[in-house]
T-cell receptor, first 115, second 111 residues
């Protein structure tokens, strides 16, 4: 079974621009979560989508947004990029159980550099 | 106080050593506990997942959870150079996808 895929793998943008990152979850997984990883803050939760609806949201400004499509693929968008947005953006997918989702599997990430 | 505390290391051990990695947490609502391994320039890879207090073993890896002390551990036996990576603990509340991570411990196993 193919793992979580993310595109693009690397991006260079300038301040003020916007960026869209894409994530394809493991086949059959309906939940997709996004995380930001930086050396200073570590891995921080951005948001989670399930069946095209945002279920959870982390403490990030409104410049960070996302969406999920009917095939469970997800995109996240960052508008008006700032230097501090430079990070590894990770997508994770999970299957749901009767107790709720239990394990998340991560993609390789998109490394974003803002100049 | 951060919800999850993890000593960032770095930790350097000789090949064959037993490695102990630890995290403490403050939120008693956490029910699920995970350990991820992350190689440089890669995404985190799920190593161990536990739900209840006690030990769970998988090959050379043992995960230990002590909910009364809010303390989790990962033990690696017979460590190998290929185990050199950053190890991240993560946990969440039941029914929520939001994982809260420790900062990660960088481990180097020297041949």
């Amino acid at each position: 079974k193919a793992g979580v895929t993310q595109t693009p793998r690397y991006l260079i943008k300038t301040r003020g621009q916007q960026v869209t990152l894409s994530c394809s979850p493991i086949s059959g997984h309906r939940s997709v979560s996004w995380y930001q990883q930086t050396p200073g803050q570590g891995l921080q939760f951005l948001f989670e989508y399930f069946s095209e609806t945002q279920r959870n949201k982390g403490n990030f400004p409104g410049r960070f947004s996302g969406r999920q499509f009917s095939n469970s693929r997800s995109e996240m968008n960052v508008s008006t990029l700032e230097l501090g947005d430079s990070a590894l953006y990770l997508c994770a997918s999970s299957a749901t159980t009767s107790r709720g989702s239990e394990t998340q599997y991560f993609g390789p990430g998109t490394r974003l550099l803002v100049l | 106080q951060k919800e999850v505390e993890q000593d960032p290391g770095p930790l350097s051990v000789p090949e064959g050593a037993i490695v102990s990695l630890n995290c403490t947490y403050s939120n008693s609502a956490f029910q699920y506990f995970m350990w991820y391994r992350q190689y440089s320039r890669k995404g985190p890879e799920l190593l161990m997942y536990t739900y209840s207090s006690g030990n769970k073993e998988d090959g050379r890896f043992t995960a230990q959870v002590d909910k009364s002390s809010k303390y989790i551990s990962l033990f690696i036996r017979d460590s190998q150079p290929s185990d050199s990576a950053t190890y991240l603990c993560a946990m969440n509340v039941g029914g929520s996808e939001k994982l809260v991570f420790g900062k990660g411990t960088k481990l180097t196993v020297n041949p």
